[in-house]
Nanobody, 124 residues
Framework: QVQLVESGGGLVQAGGSLRLSCAASGSIFILNNMGWYRQAPGKQRELVAGVSSRGDTNYLDSVKGRFTISSISRYDSKNWVSLQMNSLKPEDTAVYYC???????????????WGNGTLVAVSS
């Protein structure tokens, strides 16, 4: 079994900052990528920032220069990734989800796993 647990969401004023953290644990053979996605009401889920196991990163254009995703680190038997969000705007308001592409065993081809999400609300 694999679990992804997010933390760090909340309510912040425009221009403020938040830091989200995600811990992936359980039966993990290989963790290839981790990323942060968001879904605002009435909109599709979109990739905000992603990082590979090699440290390659990619960002949604609208968050470049404001958000920074960490590299994937291993601590306390868990794989961690964080998202530092600065200069937040009301349009950043959404539920933020942590996702990871994980192979559970050598024979497993892998699949995406998701956390339950954490709400980020930015007031104007």
């Amino acid at each position: 079994q694999v679990q992804l647990v997010e933390s760090g969401g909340g309510l912040v004023q425009a221009g403020g900052s938040l830091r989200l953290s995600c811990a992936a644990s359980g039966s993990i053979f290989i963790l290839n990528n981790m990323g942060w996605y968001r879904q605002a009401p009435g909109k599709q889920r979109e990739l905000v920032a992603g990082v590979s196991s090699r440290g390659d990163t990619n960002y949604l254009d609208s968050v470049k220069g404001r958000f920074t995703i960490s590299s994937i680190s291993r601590y306390d038997s868990k794989n961690w990734v964080s998202l530092q969000m600065n200069s937040l705007k009301p349009e950043d308001t959404a539920v933020y989800y942590c996702g990871a592409y994980i192979r559970r065993t050598y024979a497993d081809s892998g699949m995406d796993y998701w956390g339950n999400g954490t709400l980020v609300a930015v007031s104007s």
